[in-house]
């Protein structure tokens, strides 16, 4: 076996695995605060691509400098939490907090369609491509193997800085224990003088627009296509799952071993590149049914 292509299996795993954490953490962190399992989600990661991307190829035909791209990416991921993530949490989502699983899964599952049918309207069903970030930082050699900067080093360093940012947010910000309040007991922090809707939008806000800065991130280096949004949610709650759903630092952690799994498959194995994170999950759910991070208790932040 090359040792090449165990560098390379190594590197791009790790970029995926911090792509995917974005999205997943995302997802985990509405679930351990609102308790829903938010099937639109993925669509979120699909709008932050796509509008990324516009925003993207816009700077370059207009002649602008291309290191304006990076704050694009951000700004379109804030954007698009903000007013998409926003506009669902107020006008539906907030009128099924308390129902029953299966009625908040029907209603996620349709505003998830009808997003999806939203981007072909608006982004057509053209391939959107719009690489000038990853090719403006260039390549760095690794043992003998060019790889991008962009993968290596800033992919990483975003969910690094994510995962670091939460936590600091959670535990030493007053909104932060407001949320970790909300989630606990509603009840009591709402008679403590919490506003538990004020709670649950903007960790609504701060999840769709995780799962947008992923897409926006994946933006520059794949080709973006009708549907994008449908596989990257399978393989974050993949992810979630694997943690334990509600679990952020778990998250990590599962999104590396799943990064890992799957880009092993792909040079070494690919009649099973579809298989492998599922397969991790399954057999992580088989021996801690709760997932790897997980009490009998999983909503905690």
Do not use: C
């Amino acid at each position: 076996m090359p040792p090449e292509m165990l560098l390379l299996a190594a590197l791009d795993g790790l970029a995926y695995g911090s792509l995917i954490f974005l999205v997943a953490v995302g997802l985990s962190l509405i679930f351990g605060v609102l308790g829903i399992v938010n099937v639109a989600h993925g669509s979120f990661y699909a709008i932050g691509a796509y509008v990324a991307a516009a925003g993207v190829l816009a700077i370059g035909a207009a002649g602008l400098p291309t290191w304006l791209a990076f704050p694009t990416l951000l700004i379109a991921a804030a954007l698009v939490g903000i007013l998409v993530g926003g506009l669902v949490e107020i006008a539906l989502l907030r009128r099924v907090y308390g129902k029953e699983e299966v009625l908040q899964l029907i209603v996620t599952f349709a505003v998830f369609m009808i997003l999806e049918d939203a981007q072909k309207v608006v982004f057509g069903v053209q391939p959107y491509f719009a690489n000038a970030p990853m090719n403006w930082l260039g390549t760095v050699e690794v043992f003998g193997i060019f790889y991008t900067i962009y993968q290596l080093v800033l992919m990483p360093l975003v969910a690094l800085a994510v995962l670091l940012g939460l936590r600091f947010f959670l535990r030493r910000t007053s909104f932060g224990r407001a949320i970790v309040a909300v989630t606990q007991d509603r009840e009591a922090a709402t008679a403590m003088g919490i506003d538990a809707a004020r709670v649950y939008l903007i960790t609504f806000i701060i999840g769709a627009s995780l799962a947008a800065l992923g897409g926006a991130l994946a933006s520059a280096t794949t080709s973006l296509t009708p549907g994008i949004g449908a596989g990257t949610l399978v393989l974050s709650f993949a992810v979630a799952a694997t943690a334990g759903l509600g679990r952020i630092e778990g998250a990590a952690v599962a999104a590396l071993l799943i990064g890992l799994g799957r880009s092993a498959a792909v040079y070494f194995a690919p009649e099973f590149d579809v298989l492998i994170p599922y397969l991790i999950m399954m057999l992580v759910l088989l021996v801690r049914p709760q997932g790897l991070f997980s009490t009998v208790q999983t909503r905690k932040v």
